[in-house]
């Protein structure tokens, strides 16, 4: 999940949960973020200190204002002191507060042993009336939406908001002129965000159209994932991958603009997670 990365030296060393910027941190995604990348290769510099799910150190060259006020909205991280890294480069020390919650929250990260297991991929596949349009695996966090219908100032927009380990799975112009599927990719168009912490699946809603779900366990249940508004609180949890070993899979499905109950829904997304 990523938004407003922080560097070391020239090299890019952590981006922030993407709702930082897009839908806004809440303060339970932040420590769910990172203590799903603490100790993980691509994060150099985050490391723990002392007892694990305790301490931690994140590389700080210059402060940042997103971080820091994320940091700061956060009950369950609170700022230790300032240090050095053993390259002699600027850190700050965090401690988790609530032990005990930040332990659960890490053993869904953990592999027995104390070593950390591997975030969850996605596999993205696009329905049109039913008809597979596209279909992309995702080692990383993605953003889907529909161009076509995009303004050039919305483009720039894109291209501008868009960090740049976030891949783009643009949807395709319908192959055959279809009134009723062209009315809901155009209130799609700037598409759903989907990303992954701490094991667990997330979308955050970008778009005009509504974006009906069911989740694996209530299938039988239809949600409806609320619009980005800005405060964090509306990215809705479509997986959680915690329980799952590996090479097990789940899936949701997402309907575009209609409810499942009708009789054919026009845009479907199906999002299947293995780990």
Wanted: hydrophobic share 35%; net charge neutral; proline share 8%.
């Amino acid at each position: 999940m990523a938004v407003n990365g922080f560097c070391h030296g020239s090299d890019q060393i952590l981006w922030l949960p993407r709702s930082v910027r897009m839908a806004g941190p809440s303060r339970q995604q932040l420590p769910d973020f990172l203590l799903g990348r603490i100790g993980q290769p691509g994060y150099p510099g985050l490391v723990w200190q002392g007892p694990r799910g305790t301490v931690f150190s994140l590389p700080w060259p210059r402060w940042k204002a997103r971080l820091r006020n994320a940091l700061a909205r956060s009950r369950e991280i609170s700022e230790e002191i300032s240090d050095e890294d053993r390259t002699g480069q600027p850190c700050k020390l965090y401690r988790f507060t609530d032990h005990g919650a930040s332990v659960s929250s890490q053993s869904s990260s953990v592999q027995p042993g104390g070593n950390p297991a591997p975030l969850p991929t996605i596999l993205v596949s696009v329905f049109y009336r039913g008809v597979q349009v596209t279909s992309r695996r995702f080692e990383t966090d993605c953003w889907v939406l529909y161009p076509p219908v995009l303004s050039p100032e919305e483009q720039q927009d894109v291209i501008q908001a868009r960090p740049p380990d976030v891949a783009l799975l643009e949807l395709p112009v319908p192959v055959v002129h279809d009134d009723p599927l062209y009315q809901v990719l155009s209130s799609f168009k700037q598409g759903i965000f989907l990303y992954v912490s701490a094991g667990c699946v997330y979308a955050v809603r970008r778009c005009v159209a509504r974006v009906y779900w069911r989740s694996p366990h209530t299938p039988d249940v239809e949600h409806v994932l609320e619009r980005d508004g800005g405060d964090g609180r509306n990215a809705a949890v479509l997986l959680d991958c915690g329980d799952m070993e590996g090479g097990q899979t789940s899936r949701v499905d997402l309907s575009v603009g209609q409810s499942f109950s009708s009789s054919c829904s026009l845009v479907v997304v199906v999002v299947t997670a293995t780990r």
